[in-house]
C-alpha cells in the first residue's frame, strides 16, 4: 500500500482540489492519504469533511511548526510499505504521482524524485530570486553531500520512498525542512531514479518559507556534513586550500611591496616562494586535520612527497582547463582559472584520498608478518 504523507499549514483552499486530484491520479491503486497539519485556519476542519467522506483521508493535526517533523511524523502514523510526499499547496501536480508510481515498480528504485532540473522538467514555478536560491542550494548540496548526487532535484519536497529506506530517519528531528536530504544522507537508499515534471506555480494562500528558512538550510547542511566522513573530510580540504590562497597571496603581495626593496626579489621569485609556502601550509594542516587518522609519524616523508606530486598536477589540470576553455573561445579569463582550480580540488581530493594519505597497515600487522 502507498501511504501518501501531505505537510499542510494554512491550506483550506488546496486540500478539496489536492484530494480531487490526487484520487483521479491514483485511481485503482490501494493508498490512503495522511494530512499533518499544523494550520492556525480551518483546513483540519475542510480536511475532516474529507475524512468523513472518504476513509482513505486520514488526518494528523499536531500543536507545533516544522514541515521536515511533519513529513516524520506523517512517516510514523503511515500504514504503506511505500511512502509519498507531496506539498499541499498544488505546486506538485498530484497527476505526476501515478507516474512516480510506474517508475518505482518498473526499476524497484529505494527513492522517486520528481525532478525540475533535467530535460523534460521545469523549475517555471520559482520566481526569479527564488530560483537562483534553489539553484545555489542544489550546487551546495552536491558538492557538500556526496549522496545527494544521486538526484539532480536534492531540494524537490516531493517523492515516492520505499519504508525500509526512510525507517533510519524516523527517529530524528531534523533541524531543517530539507527532508529528502536528510533522507538521502541518513536513510537506507541504495537506488535512486529521478522523473522530469513541471514545478506549478502556487494560485493559493501564500509560501511558508521566507528568509530564516535559508540560514536553516545552511545549518541543516552542515548538520548533514558531519554524518559522513568522506564529506567532512571533503569540506575541510576545501575550507584548508581556501586559506591556503589568502596565504599565497598575502605573502606575494608582501614580498612585492617594496618593504624588501633591500633583498633583491623579482616578482617570479616571490611567487615561486608563495606558491611554495602555501604549499607547505596546506599540507600541514590536511596531515594535522584532514586525513588526521589516516597518518603515521614514520610514513610523513612519503606522504610529503606525494603530495608534492599531487599538487603539482593539479596546478597542470588547471593549467590545461584554462587552455581548453579559451581555446574553445571562453572570454572571461579569471572565471576559466576559476573553474580550472574547481577541476584541481577535485582531481587533488580523489589522489590525496586514495594515494597520498592511504590507509596504512597497521604496525603490528607489519611485526606480525616481519616475524614470520
Ligand atoms: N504541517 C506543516 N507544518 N506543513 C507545513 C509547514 C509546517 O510548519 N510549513 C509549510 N508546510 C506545508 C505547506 O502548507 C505546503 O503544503 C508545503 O509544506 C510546502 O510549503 P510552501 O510554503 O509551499 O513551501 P515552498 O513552495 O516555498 O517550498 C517548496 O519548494 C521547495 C523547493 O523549491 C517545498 O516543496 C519545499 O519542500 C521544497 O523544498
Ligand atoms: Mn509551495
Redesign the pocket.
Known sequence: MLSLI??????RE?VRVLYRRTVESLDGEDFEIVF????HDDTPDEIRRLAAEDSRVRLLH?M????A??VIDGFKVARGDLLAVI???L??PPEILANLLRVQRETRADLVVPSRYMPGGDPG??SGL?RLL?LGGRALAHILLRESRATTDP????FVVTRDAASPILGSRPKG????LELMVRGDVERTVDVPYA?AV?DS?????GWH?QVDYLRQLADLVTVNPDNTRFLLFALIGATGVAVNAALFALMTSGYFDAIPYGTLLASLIASNVALLWNFIWNTTITWRDRVRSDQIWRSALRYIVVAELGSLLTSLVVLVLSGIGAEIKLLDQFIGIVAAVILTYRLNDRWTYLQQEPALQTERSARR
Open positions: 501531505v505537510p499542510t499549514y494554512n491550506e488546496n499533518v497539519d499544523d494550520s499536531r507545533e511548526r516544522g514541515l517533523t511533519a506539498d499541499g499547496d505546486q506538485h514555478g520559482l527564488r534553489s531540494m524537490s519536497g516531493c525542512f530539507k527532508i529528502l514545478f502556487r494562500g501564500e509560501s511558508k518559507l528558512t
